[in-house]
């Protein structure tokens, strides 16, 4: 069975941009949460879905959104990048959520120049 | 708000000896889980052991378990037979209700 993957793996982008990311849960898993990842905050939860509906979501501000599709892969979005906003994206996979074993992806890393 | 601490940011330990990784937690809720996640120099972050809060019974996973003092809110790893492979940044986790949190994470180095 595949496991979760993210594209892209490496992105570069400049202040006042925008990006998307892309999550494709393991085959069968309903649930897909979002982690932020920076020497700084260390890790930190982003979003949680479960059959595209958005059931929880971290303490970040109203530039980061995402959603989740009807074959459960998703998205995720970050409008007028910011220097902060440089870190490793993780997305993490489970058949309801959180509460079980997820499986985490490789990760994306952005850079903001 | 949950917290979660990790008190050591970094161990060290012989191969083939055992350690010990701290994981306290702060919470009002009753019901909630606990994790160690696993994050080696690859970045890929793995499960290592899962224990749910109403679960009395400590959670083992091979040479991996864990001692849960609920009242105390308290969450160490104990990683038995230490082997290279161990080597990694470890990193508790707790799920309530509305989120996850982590710890900073604790560096663990094995020596051979």
């Known amino acids: 069975k595949a496991g979760v993957t993210q594209t892209p793996r490496y992105l570069i982008k400049t202040r006042g941009q925008q990006v998307t990311l892309s999550c494709s849960p393991i085959s069968g898993h309903r649930s897909v949460s979002w982690y932020q990842q920076t020497p700084g905050q260390g890790l930190q939860f982003l979003f949680e879905?479960?059959?595209?509906?958005?059931?929880n979501k971290g303490n970040f501000p109203g530039r980061f959104s995402g959603r989740q599709f009807s074959n459960s892969r998703s998205e995720m979005n970050v409008s007028t990048l910011e220097l902060g906003d440089s870190a490793l994206y993780l997305c993490?996979?489970?058949?309801?959520?959180?509460?079980?074993?997820?499986?985490f992806g490789p990760g994306t890393r952005l850079l903001v120049l | 708000a949950q917290t979660v601490t990790q008190s050591q940011p970094e161990m060290s330990v012989q191969e083939a000896e055992t350690v010990t990784l701290s994981c306290t937690y702060d919470?009002?809720?009753?019901?909630?889980?606990l994790f160690w996640y696993k994050q080696p120099p690859s970045r890929q972050m793995i499960l290592v052991i899962r224990?749910?809060?109403?679960?009395?019974q400590n959670a083992t996973e091979n040479r991996f378990s864990v001692n849960f003092q609920k009242a105390a809110k308290s969450f160490s790893l104990k990683i038995s037979d230490s082997q290279l492979g161990d080597a990694a940044m470890y990193f508790c986790a707790y799920r309530g209700n509305n989120d996850m949190r982590f710890g900073a994470g604790t560096r663990l180095t094995v020596k051979p």
């Open positions: 879905y479960f059959s595209e509906t958005q059931r």
């Open positions: 993490a996979s489970s058949f309801w959520g959180p509460q079980e074993t997820q499986y």
């Open positions: 919470t009002s809720e009753s019901d909630y889980y």
């Open positions: 224990q749910e809060a109403y679960k009395q």
